[in-house]
C-alpha cells in the first residue's frame, strides 16, 4: 500500500489524468476546426502544412488513449500500467519536442511558400474549378483581393473581391478590396500558429508534470511490494 503522502500524490494523479483527457478532446476539436478551415486554404500552403491538422487530431486521439493507462493504473495502484503511461507521456513529448523544432525551422519559409503558391494558382483562376473556388472563399472571407491587390488581375476583377457589386454585376477597383490576400494570408497563419505554440506549451508542461507523478507513484507502489 502507498503512504498517507504518496495518497495525495495518487489523487493528483488521477485528477492529472482528468485534465489530460479534457485537454486531448480539446485538441481533438481543435484539429477539426483546423481541418476545416485550412482544407478551403489548400491551394495556398504547402501540402506538409495542410498535414498539421491531422497531426493535431492524432495528438489529442493518443493523448486520450494513453490516459486510460493513466487512470487505470492510478485506481489500482497497478505499478506496470503507471510506468506504461510515463513512459508513453515521455515518448510524446520528445516527438512533440522534434515536431515543434521542425515546425520552427519550416516557418522560416513559411512567407515565400505562401507567396510562390498564391502567384502560381492564380493563373489557373479561370481555368480551375478548384483554384476558382479557393480564391473566391480566400476574398470573402479575408476581405481581400489578388496576392497582392487588384493589380493582379489585370483590370478582370472577380466578382469575389467586392463586398457589394455595382448594377452591372461587376467587382470595379474602386469598390474591391484593397488589401492582398497574401499578407493577410500570412498573418492569418502566423496568428494561429501563435496560438498553437502557446497551447504546445502548455499541454508539455502537463506532461511533464504528469510523468513526475507517475514516476513518484510508479516508485512507492514498487517500494510497498518490495516490503511485504
Not at 22 to 45: E, M, P
Request: with cysteine.
Amino acid at each position: 500500500m502507498v503512504s498517507v503522502a504518496m495518497s495525495c500524490v495518487k489523487y493528483l494523479l488521477f485528477f492529472f489524468n482528468l485534465l489530460f483527457a479534457l485537454t486531448g478532446v480539446a485538441i481533438l476539436v481543435i484539429g477539426g476546426l483546423l481541418q476545416s478551415v485550412y482544407h478551403n486554404y489548400s491551394q495556398f500552403v504547402n501540402e506538409n502544412f495542410t498535414f498539421l491538422p491531422i497531426l493535431i487530431i492524432v495528438t489529442g486521439a493518443v493523448i486520450f488513449i494513453i490516459t486510460f493507462f493513466g487512470c487505470c493504473g492510478t485506481v489500482k495502484e497497478n505499478h506496470c500500467m503507471i510506468s506504461t503511461f510515463a513512459s508513453l507521456l515521455l515518448i510524446l513529448f520528445v516527438i512533440e519536442l522534434v515536431a515543434g523544432i521542425g515546425a520552427f525551422i519550416f516557418h522560416n519559409y513559411l512567407k515565400q511558400i505562401i507567396e510562390n503558391r498564391m502567384e502560381s494558382s492564380l493563373e489557373h483562376y479561370d481555368s480551375e474549378p478548384d483554384i476558382k473556388k479557393s480564391w473566391d472563399i480566400l476574398h470573402t472571407d479575408l476581405h481581400c483581393c489578388g496576392v497582392n491587390g487588384t493589380a493582379d488581375w489585370n483590370g478582370k476583377i472577380p466578382l469575389s473581391c467586392c463586398p457589394i457589386v455595382n448594377q452591372d454585376e461587376q467587382c470595379t477597383q474602386a469598390d474591391a478590396y484593397e488589401t492582398g490576400c497574401f499578407e493577410k494570408m500570412y498573418l492569418f497563419i502566423n496568428q494561429n500558429s501563435l496560438i498553437l505554440a502557446g497551447i504546445a506549451v502548455v499541454v508539455a508542461f502537463i506532461q511533464l508534470v504528469g510523468v513526475l507523478f507517475a514516476c513518484c507513484l510508479a516508485h512507492s507502489i514498487r517500494k510497498g511490494y518490495e516490503t511485504v
